[in-house]
């Protein structure tokens, strides 16, 4: 499991966490009742307060993404990836829909707007 935290993001870094380890889940990089890091050792690898491991792995067991042993530690589940790519795919379709409201807004057009996301998309 690789996952990097930018501190001066503006992101919290539990979230960072969340979001990189459900990546790896979502793209079967890290496979169901595979074991994670323990809280001390990640927080430790990344040099961060425990706590704020605890926080990334409590959200995502609520969101039944990992589970707890007790005295053994925390496991990949085995959680809906259909219901969760789609609501990823909604929420990028709600964040392209302001960005195409903010667009129009400035005065761009259509072909502008699709030459620019093609520029960033080879990026």
Partial sequence: MN???????GIPIYEQIERQIKDEIVGGILSEGEMLPSIRGLAADLKISVI???RAYEDLEKE???????GKGFYVDNPDLDYIKEKKTLG?????????EAAKN????K?????????????
Avoid: C, F
Avoid at 64 to 70: A, L, R, T
Avoid at 92 to 100: A, K
């Fill in 52 to 54: 704020t491991v605890k």
């Fill in 92 to 100: 990028l379709e709600e964040r392209l829909t302001d960005w195409v």
């Fill in 3 to 9: 996952i990097n935290v930018q501190t001066k993001s």
């Fill in 106 to 109: 400035s005065g761009m057009n």
């Fill in 111 to 123: 072909q502008d707007a699709l030459d620019m996301l093609g520029i960033l998309w080879d990026d």
């Fill in 64 to 70: 039944g993404m990992i589970y707890s042993v007790q």
